[in-house]
């Protein structure tokens, strides 16, 4: 088998009725679990998230190929999303490699194929997680260290004359708006 899709994020916007929510990536499942996927539902207006919970939120149908083989598979929310609402479904692939080979014998061809497309899946999982991340250009000499706790404790992130991160003099401003609330 090949991995195609070259993405591990998928999101819709809430309708209030639609349910089943169907990735266009396949992912690995554990028999009744699906640890490599997360599902959040996010309020359009404030950005605001919760991670949903397996069983209680939400089940996967018919997919999520257990080892040896990933699948496609659907999620069904337990409510609908409402139209005030995103869901964002992510596949972030556990790092365990399980494959052992046996000394002698035959080759197992279709364990060694799984444990490459993991790695794969793998691969565009962090890919994803780097494209949204904080980066600074390649060519940019500047660090991207942070300052320690204690010394960016209550400040705000700047940047100074020469580009470098610090923390800047200025205190966390007491009046904030309703968007900005929840992060400080």
Known sequence: MTISNLTNTY????????VDFTPPY?????GTNYPDIQVYLRTIATGFEVLQTYTTHYTVLAGGG???TPATG?????TAPATTEEIHIVRLTGQLQNLSFPVGGEFPAA???SALDRAAMRSIDREGEIDRALRLPASDPASALLPNSSDRASKL????STGELVASSESVPAATSS???PIL
Not at 74 to 78: H, K, L
């Open 74 to 78: 659907t999620i069904r929310m337990v």
């Open 11 to 18: 999101s819709v916007d809430g309708d209030g009725a639609e």
């Open 157 to 160: 992130l700047a940047f100074d």
């Open 66 to 68: 257990g080892d040896p």
């Open 111 to 113: 364990r060694t194929e």
């Open 26 to 30: 396949k992912f690995f499942s554990t």
């Open 179 to 181: 968007f900005m609330s």
